[in-house]
């Protein structure tokens, strides 16, 4: 395991990075100034398109310290620049802390065999859980669940993001993002670790963790009959093929995700209905941030 790993892996168990200092939020007067984010991010915090993130159920923190950051030049974006430069740090927290009262609503994990890939003989939805509860030990790569939560609503406190329900094509973007050895802020960010992790991950691995967060639950046979047909008639663009739009850490885990720590720990998928995935849990990757370098270019990304 490489030292700066070692290191944020060994400050999250210490309690994280420190919280960026922010107003307190009023949610209900957020949810008049959130209209204008709407158009990307969903009425109900739920993005009609798959490249921009959803933000429902988000940490109100990490959404502040994000937001900030495309205020203030830590994370470039062109899209999001004419909605947030005006906005003061109360104006934030109060968008912040209204999105953190919505819910994000589950999508559907790939279940399809992996086909093309020499020596993979899994599905998409089973090799992303296995990495997900469990890593890539071979490669360096540590369970994800270790920073975003056995059920994927992340650590807040430590700055490291809810992934559950993200969007698989907006996962896969992140995770090229930090592939490409990019990162948000300066190099104190915790996105920095991202980087580390995600090079470590073939274009197959990273397929697989984007669609499984997504859903943490297998498709029925007629919705994966329907998806297995979407892919073959080319329909769908492959997740590591799609655009690169945007994307973090809580002090100590909850109750009840140590609870799902002990149920999940074996690698295999939920089969809970989908509209039970609160409770079977969902789950997507973060950041901290005091600093403001452009060091990352999310030209493409339009939101947070």
């Known amino acids: 395991m490489s030292k700066r790993l070692f290191v944020w892996l060994a400050m999250i168990v210490a309690g994280g990075v420190q919280a960026m200092?922010?107003?307190?939020?009023?949610?209900?007067?957020?949810?008049?100034k959130a209209i204008p984010c709407s158009g990307c991010h969903g009425m109900d915090g739920n993005s009609p398109a798959p490249e921009w993130p959803s933000l429902g159920g988000q940490s109100a923190d990490y959404v502040y310290?994000?937001?900030?950051?495309?205020?203030?030049?830590?994370?470039?974006?062109?899209?999001?620049?004419?909605?947030?430069?005006?906005?003061?740090?109360?104006?934030?927290?109060?968008?912040?802390?209204?999105?953190?009262?919505?819910?994000?609503?589950?999508?559907?994990a790939d279940d399809s065999p992996i086909q093309g890939i020499a020596g993979v003989d899994d599905t998409y939805?089973?090799?992303?859980?296995?990495?997900?509860?469990?890593?890539?030990?071979?490669?360096?790569?540590?369970?994800?669940?270790?920073?975003?939560g056995p059920s994927g609503r992340g650590i807040p406190g430590a700055g490291y993001p809810a992934v559950a329900g993200q969007?698989?094509?907006?996962?896969?973007?992140?995770?090229?993002?930090?592939?490409?050895?990019q990162h948000y802020g300066n190099d104190n960010d915790p996105s920095t670790i991202m980087v580390t992790i995600a090079q470590r991950l073939q274009p197959v691995q990273i397929d697989a963790l984007a669609?499984?967060?997504?859903?943490?639950?297998?498709?029925?046979?007629?919705?994966?009959?329907?998806?297995?047909?979407?892919?073959?008639?080319?329909?769908?663009?492959?997740?590591?093929?799609?655009?690169?739009p945007a994307d973090a850490p809580v002090p100590d885990m909850d109750a009840e995700d140590a609870a799902d720590a002990g149920a999940d720990a074996a690698p295999e998928i939920d089969a809970e209905p989908a509209d039970e995935a609160d409770e079977a849990d969902t789950a997507q990757p973060d950041e901290d941030t005091t600093a403001a370098e452009p060091d990352s270019d999310d030209s493409n990304d339009p939101g947070t």
């Open 65 to 108: 310290r994000q937001t900030v950051m495309f205020r203030d030049g830590g994370r470039v974006n062109a899209l999001m620049e004419p909605f947030v430069v005006g906005l003061s740090d109360q104006d934030i927290a109060d968008i912040s802390a209204h999105f953190a009262t919505l819910t994000t609503t589950p999508g559907v």
């Open 211 to 244: 669609t499984y967060m997504e859903g943490l639950h297998r498709a029925d046979p007629a919705a994966q009959a329907e998806l297995a047909a979407a892919r073959n008639e080319s329909a769908l663009v492959p997740a590591t093929q799609a655009l690169d």
């Open 21 to 32: 200092d922010a107003p307190v939020g009023d949610a209900q007067v957020g949810a008049n």
């Open 167 to 181: 969007h698989a094509v907006y996962n896969a973007a992140r995770l090229n993002f930090f592939h490409s050895g």
């Open 125 to 148: 939805a089973n090799l992303g859980q296995a990495i997900y509860r469990g890593g890539v030990p071979a490669a360096g790569v540590p369970a994800c669940q270790a920073c975003h």
